[in-house]
Structures are given as structure tokens and as C-alpha cells.
């Protein structure tokens, strides 16, 4: 790391590199325009009012945040006065125990941008008006160009900046850097940038935007940084240091006064993956990347690994490694196999579309210049609390577990349409505010004359987050083991045990718990029961679409906020041995020791339980490991090839997590002596002793595979 670069990284995580917003005082008459008018007129005042931020260390500069008072980016919905009745009414705040609202990521695709400019795109927008004759087509429209123009004029009141601050420089290398950089303003964004430098300037400045994920950022580099290499202009140091330099302005974009300044997944975007002409896409950019962030000592963005089967050993071993050495826990991996099937075979989207997806935030799916097309979770417990507790008599004369799971799926399907409505309601009252500045920036809202806020996207998915499904499995395993198999008990008397909450059935519980074939052992029961399970999520939803005609796929992981906690404690006794109010499990794996045939087990478990592709939605998968199997490079090659064989069968994500059981319960009891202690939680990395106690005590149940 260079001087430079560590100056910048002291200043960033210091909090002295966060852009305050510049306050604007509005025209009073502009009540008197319409909305739409006020809005565009507003936005394009308030970009130009703000101020960039600028140091004797600079490469570079042109990002800003908004501050509420005009509808600004996608991500932080700041601005957006619609969507903010729906969140005092919905956010974090269950109905019926069964939905609530929650965040919505995004990703802009720079690709258009570097190709050709906001020139370029001014004049795609121009076509765009000749085809669309509808007034709020053509309003829509016309705002983007106006949004264009204040982008480009921000540009040059940068560059203007620059050549001023340059002025009060003494340090000729410094000075030299200002006038580069000034020049590089006057043509970026507004045309297509001629260098890898330029390029990098170019999505700085752009990420104001839309400032969430960069989506496939070796994808967007990678011309540039040969064609500069091939011509003697850039070295790979260079090349490193502007990379970082992107990176650190990411990190500063969270006040360090937030509670978020050191949780991966405020951005988070892919490298590698399948190219539109079906190679491999992990190159030297890709190493480049993973080698300047992880230099880099902040928390933000993390990125995952998209691999295939045309990845070569070498490079996977290679992001493992940087993956161990990491403090940081930056790094997660990804399987395109099974995500391109999902996408070309459930979703229908051409291969060359399919290709260009990225996980953003937590995990989500997004495609390169598109919305998460959901922002709800759900709690598919409740219908196992629904039949148990107040149905039982659906299921209590069943003869046999084909009875029983063909009325608990009645049940299941019909809290789904209730959980996927909601998620449609949460959208309808999104789709209210028109989105600008992100619009710009996302595939198909200029031709389709349409915000990404109202479905102006074509290549989207819609991916309702279900809580509690490890849960419902071993709910299910529970009733054909016990119930059907072996009978243990009655269906009548398990009902009444969970009515009881187990008081007076101990017995019953502890010989579940002991002898429950549960989910993640890689057995004949386990396995089928979970496959059913997920059969009948994929022939519910094969065929649906939300409002906006995306189509919706399964998710599982919790994200930032304790939803696992807050279901759970209104979640009465259910069948896996969980007493009223506890937890909920989110995310597809298994804890408290469950799995008890070991890891390969439960990664074959997880691997075969979705054979139709339907969870490739924002999905995670937790794996704690013994921090022995990777310290050693023998037991760490092993560990590679068996990950290796775990995508190769079928499974979707992973991330690691190296800290044992015994340290993390330390840690909880003396968070003082265990400040460094970081870890993965379900799709963002955080120190251990800065998370909640429902979030904690979900990382401690987790089983640390040896």
C-alpha cells in the first residue's frame, strides 16, 4: 500500500472522508409545478449545490449523498415521500406474525456509461422520445435527460474545484495529480472514458447514483486495464492504487457514526462468473481486485467469488486462501451453475442476461442494472404453529405422512399467497415515488419510458425472503420419524405436547432431540423430506410472477435486523423442539449440533435438497469451520476440494466463518477482551461483540465442523 493510499485509509476510517450533504433552500414557487417538475427541477438544484470532497491525497472525487430532500438514489430510498408512509407503517413491523417490509438493494450497469458517456445515454433518451407519446412517458423521459444534464455540469463544477484546490498545493506531485484529475472530470462521465483511470473516475463518480453494489466489476475493467497495460501507460500498481481508492470511498460513503460503518454488506458486488460467450470470467482483474481490497484494513464492500465448473482449481484455491487470510471477512462464493439454470430454465431470461447477475446487500440477487424486484420477509413457521395449534384437527386422523404433508402444504401454500401479496403491496406503494438518478443508470427504464421503482426493468427477480425454513424440515422429519415411522407418539399427543409448550412432555422432546433424524446428516428420511419441502416451493411457484411480471424464486436469510427474533418470539412450540419465543433458524443449513455426521454430510444435505434450482433467490448458507482445517495447508486443500465438490452437486452459496464455539460464548460473556472477534452473519460480516444478542446467539448455535 502506498502512502498515498494509507493517508486516505487513516482519513476514511477516521470518518474524515464521509461527503456531507450541502443543504439546499428551495424556490417557494415551486409548489406551484407539478410533482414530477418539482422533483427534477429539485434533484438537479440539489446536485449541483453539494461540494466534493477533496485532500492533498486525492486521485479523485465527484461522489455525494442525499439528505432526504429530494427524491434521490434507489438504495437508501432518500427522498422518496410514498415509499416512506409504507415504511412507518410496514418496516420491521410483522403482520400477523406472518410479513413485514424490509430493505430493497439495486445495482446500477456502468457498462452503458463507459461505453458511451452521459452523452450516450442523453441520446438514447432522445430516440427514446420519439417512440413513447404518453405524458408521463414523456415527462419521465425528459426528467432523465435534465438528471443527465446536472450530472455532467457536477462533473465540471469538479473539475473546477480541483483546479482551484490545486492552487493552495506546494507538493508538486500532488499538484500534477489535481490538474490529471480536472482534466479527466471535463470528459467523465459525459463521454466515454479512453483509460483505466478514467474509467475508475467514472464509476466513482456515478456511484452517487445508485450507491449499493458495482455489480461485476472485473467485467467492467478489464479492456481498459489490458489495453493500458499492452500500451506501457498503467502499471499494476497504478492500477491498485485507484482500485483502492474506489474502495475507500465506498467505505466512507457510511458515517463512521453509523452502526453499519463496519458491515460488509452496505456494498457488496461479483467477480468472476460465466462471460455471454460461456467462458470463464476470472482473470488478472479479478486477482487485482480481491488483492487491493483485502490490502485494504475497512469493512466495506465485500465481494463473492461466482464460480463454475470452467474455473480453474488454481484460481479457486487461490480466492479460499485470500478468503482465510482475510480479518476482515470480506470474501463469499457463489455457484453460476446452479443460478444460471434457475435464471434460463425457471426464470426464462436469455443466457446472455442470465450471465450478468451480481449478489448485492446480503446476498440478494440482482442483474446488472436492476432492482431486487422484493422487500419483504416471511415466516414460514407459522403454518407449521397454524396446523399444530390451531388446525390440528386437519391433521390429526391422518392414516400416514403423505396425509398429513398434503393438508400441512394446503396450509403452507396458502400463508405463501398471503406473504408474497403483502410483498406485491410493499412494491404497489414503492412503484408511487418515480426514481431519477438510479433510473438512469438501469437497464430498460429508458426504453420502457418507466422508473425501476414501477417496473421499468425487464431482467428482474422477485425473491420474498422465508424465515424459518431448517425449522419446518425438521418439523416434518419429527412428525414422519416419530409420528409415522417409528411411532413414538401420536399425532393427538405431539399436538398436545406443543400445546403445553412441552411441559409434561420433556421425555418426548429430549428423545427428539437425541434421536431426531434432522436436516443436514445426508440420510435417506432427512434428505426426502427436505426435497418434498422444496419440490412444493418450486411447483407453487414455477409459474408465478409478482405485480410487475417478475418472476419470484425462494430466499432464506435474515439481513441486518433480528426478524429471526422478533417471528420467533410470537411463534408458539413447534415439533423440531423449539419452545414458544425462541428463535427462529434463517438461511439454508442446521445448528445446535444437529448435524452430526459432519460436514461433508451437511453439504451433501444442502446440495441435493433443490434439485429444480427454485432457492436461487437472496439465500445464504453459514458454515462454521474449526480453525485447524484451514491453518494447516494439507487439511486446507482437502477443505478447497470438498467446497469444490459441494458446488459441483449443487449447492448455491457459502461463507466461512473460523471461530470457535467455545471463544464466541467468551466473547458474549466479556466483550471487552473480544473487540477484534469478526465473523460472517448471514450475507455481511461484522464484529462479533457488536451484534445484537438474537444475532450472537444464532452464530454461537451454529455446529463448528472439525
Not at 450471465?355 to 440482482?366: D, L, M, Q
Request: glycine share 6%; proline share 3%.
Amino acid at each position: 500500500m502506498t502512502n498515498r493510499i494509507q493517508n486516505l485509509t487513516a482519513r476514511t476510517l477516521a470518518g474524515e472522508m464521509y461527503v456531507h450533504p450541502v443543504a439546499v433552500t428551495f424556490d417557494r414557487n415551486d409548489l406551484f409545478l407539478t410533482e414530477s417538475e418539482r422533483d427534477v427541477k429539485r434533484l438537479c438544484e440539489y446536485i449541483l449545490a453539494q461540494e466534493p470532497m477533496l485532500t492533498p491525497d486525492s486521485a479523485m472525487t465527484g461522489f455525494f449523498n442525499f439528505n432526504g430532500s429530494v427524491v434521490g438514489d434507489a438504495f437508501h430510498r432518500s427522498g422518496h415521500r410514498k415509499t416512506g408512509e409504507c415504511v412507518s407503517q410496514f418496516y420491521l413491523k410483522p403482520v400477523d406474525n406472518l410479513s413485514t417490509m424490509e430493505w430493497q438493494h439495486a445495482t446500477a450497469d456502468y457498462r452503458k456509461v463507459l461505453a458511451k458517456g452521459l452523452s450516450g445515454i442523453k441520446a438514447e433518451i432522445a430516440a427514446s422520445l420519439e417512440t413513447h407519446t404518453a405524458p408521463d412517458e414523456i415527462t419521465f423521459l425528459t426528467g432523465l435527460d435534465k438528471v443527465a444534464d446536472a450530472l455532467i455540469a457536477w462533473a465540471h463544477k469538479c473539475a473546477d474545484k480541483v483546479r482551484a484546490f490545486a492552487d493552495t498545493l506546494d507538493d508538486a506531485d500532488a499538484k500534477a495529480r489535481m490538474a490529471r484529475l480536472a482534466d479527466a472530470l471535463m470528459r467523465v462521465p459525459e463521454h466515454a472514458p479512453q483509460s483505466f483511470y478514467e474509467a475508475v473516475l467514472c464509476i466513482y463518480i456515478c456511484f452517487s447514483a445508485d450507491p449499493d453494489s458495482f455489480g461485476t466489476l472485473d467485467r467492467y475493467l478489464t479492456d481498459f486495464y489490458r489495453r493500458d497495460i499492452a500500451a506501457g501507460t498503467l502499471t499494476r500498481d497504478e492500477a491498485a492504487e485507484y482500485l483502492q481508492e474506489l474502495f475507500l470511498m465506498v467505505q466512507a460513503a457510511t458515517p463512521k457514526t453509523n452502526h453499519q460503518f463496519t458491515r460488509g454488506g452496505e456494498s457488496h458486488f461479483c467477480i468472476g462468473g460465466y462471460l455471454a460467450d460461456g467462458s470463464d470470467g476470472f482473470n488478472e482483474v479479478s486477482r487485482l481486485i480481491v488483492t487491493s481490497l483485502t490490502d485494504l484494513p475497512t469493512y466495506i464492500p465485500q465481494v463473492t467469488l461466482r464460480w463454475t465448473k470452467k474455473l480453474a482449481r488454481e484460481d479457486f484455491y487461490w480466492m479460499m486462501d485470500m478468503e482465510r487470510r482475510d480479518p476482515h471477512k470480506r470474501i463469499a462464493f457463489t455457484n453460476d451453475e446452479k443460478r444460471i439454470k434457475c435464471y434460463t430454465e425457471v426464470c426464462g431470461f436469455p443466457f446472455e442476461r442470465a450471465v450478468n447477475f451480481t449478489t448485492v446487500g446480503c446476498n440478494e440477487p440482482a442483474f446488472l442494472g436492476a432492482i431486487t424486484g422484493s422487500n419483504s420477509k416471511g415466516n414460514l413457521l407459522r403454518s407449521v404453529e397454524r396446523i399444530f395449534h390451531e388446525e390440528r384437527g386437519r391433521i390429526e386422523g391422518a392414516a400416514d405422512f403423505d396425509a398429513f404433508y398434503a393438508e400441512f402444504e394446503k396450509v403452507m401454500l396458502a400463508d405463501l399467497d398471503v406473504i408474497y401479496d403483502y410483498d406485491d403491496k410493499y412494491n404497489a406503494c414503492r412503484a408511487r415515488d418515480v426514481n431519477y438518478i438510479s433510473s438512469l443508470f438501469f437497464n430498460d427504464c429508458i426504453e420502457n419510458a418507466r422508473s425501476l421503482t414501477q417496473g421499468g426493468g425487464d431482467v428482474v427477480v422477485s425473491s420474498p425472503m422465508l424465515l424459518g425454513i431448517p425449522n419446518v424440515i425438521d418439523a416434518l422429519i419429527v412428525v414422519k420419524q416419530f409420528v409415522f415411522d417409528e411411532k413414538l407418539c401420536t399425532m393427538a399427543e405431539l399436538c398436545d405436547a406443543l400445546a403445553a409448550d412441552w411441559a409434561g412432555y420433556e421425555e418426548l422432546r429430549e428423545v427428539i432431540l437425541r434421536r431426531g433424524t434432522f436436516f443436514g446428516n445426508d440420510d435417506d428420511r432427512s434428505n426426502a423430506v427436505a426435497q418434498r419441502l422444496y419440490d412444493s416451493f418450486y411447483r407453487y411457484l414455477k409459474d408465478k410472477r409478482n405485480l410487475f411480471g417478475y418472476p419470484v424464486l425462494v430466499g432464506d436469510l435474515v439481513g441486518y435486523n433480528e426478524h429471526h427474533k422478533w417471528f420467533g418470539e410470537k411463534t408458539k412450540a413447534t415439533p423440531d423442539g423449539r419452545h414458544a419465543g425462541d428463535l427462529i433458524k434463517f438461511g439454508l443449513g442446521q445448528s445446535e449440533g444437529r448435524d452430526r455426521n459432519g460436514l461433508t454430510a451437511l453439504l451433501n444435505a444442502i446440495a441435493a435438497v433443490d434439485p429444480h434450482a427454485i432457492a436461487c433467490g437472496s439465500t445464504v448458507t453459514n458454515i462454521s469451520i474449526d480453525e485447524q482445517l484451514i491453518k494447516n495447508d494439507d487439511n486446507f486443500a482437502k477443505t478447497v476440494e470438498l467446497f469444490e465438490t459441494y458446488f459441483k452437486n449443487g449447492g448455491v452459496h457459502f461463507q466461512l466463518t473460523y471461530v470457535s464455539q467455545e471463544d464466541l460464548i467468551c466473547a458474549k460473556k466479556s466483550p471487552d477482551e473480544y473487540g477484534n472477534l469478526r465473523v460472517r452473519v448471514t450475507g455481511f460480516s461484522d464484529y462479533f461483540t457488536r451484534l445484537a444478542d438474537s444475532m450472537q446467539d444464532d452464530i454461537i448455535a451454529r455446529t463448528t465442523q472439525k
